[in-house]
Nanobody
Framework: EGHVVESGGGLVQPGGSLRLSCAAS????????MGWVRQAPGKGFEWVSS????????YYADSVKGRITISRDNAKNTLYLQLNSLKTEDTAMYYC???????????????????WGQGTQVTVSS
């Protein structure tokens, strides 16, 4: 059974940066698209970004476009999310999620992911 574990969250000031990591195991990482989803306090889940199995196509939510970069290292079974120019509204629990297939040809929905991790907290505050 698949397993993903997020890390790298923390407290950062507005305008700061963080790099989140997601270590995957229990499935063939390079066969699947991966994504990041977040949940802000008191709000629902929001898809943030996705990357296809070969890293050749990436997708971003409008709320984060231009400020974040998703990447993957298939040799290390690891997914990354580089967060830059952070805003207070980026405060949320960030979850790594495994896609149901290798390629998406547009932004996926939350239902396009199965295995989710426990999340890593990102807090943006001065």
């Amino acid at each position: 059974e698949g397993h993903v574990v997020e890390s790298g969250g923390g407290l950062v000031q507005p305008g700061g940066s963080l790099r989140l990591s997601c270590a995957a195991s229990g499935f063939t990482f390079s066969d699947y698209a991966m994504g990041w989803v977040r949940q802000a306090p008191g709000k629902g889940f929001e898809w943030v970004s996705s990357i296809n199995r070969d890293g050749g196509r990436t997708y971003y939510a409008d709320s984060v476009k231009g400020r974040i970069t998703i990447s993957r290292d298939n040799a290390k079974n690891t997914l990354y999310l580089q967060l830059n120019s952070l805003k207070t509204e980026d405060t949320a629990m960030y979850y790594c999620a495994k896609g149901l297939r290798g390629f998406y040809y547009g932004p996926p929905s939350l239902g396009d992911f199965d295995y989710w991790g426990q999340g890593t907290q990102v807090t943006v505050s001065s």
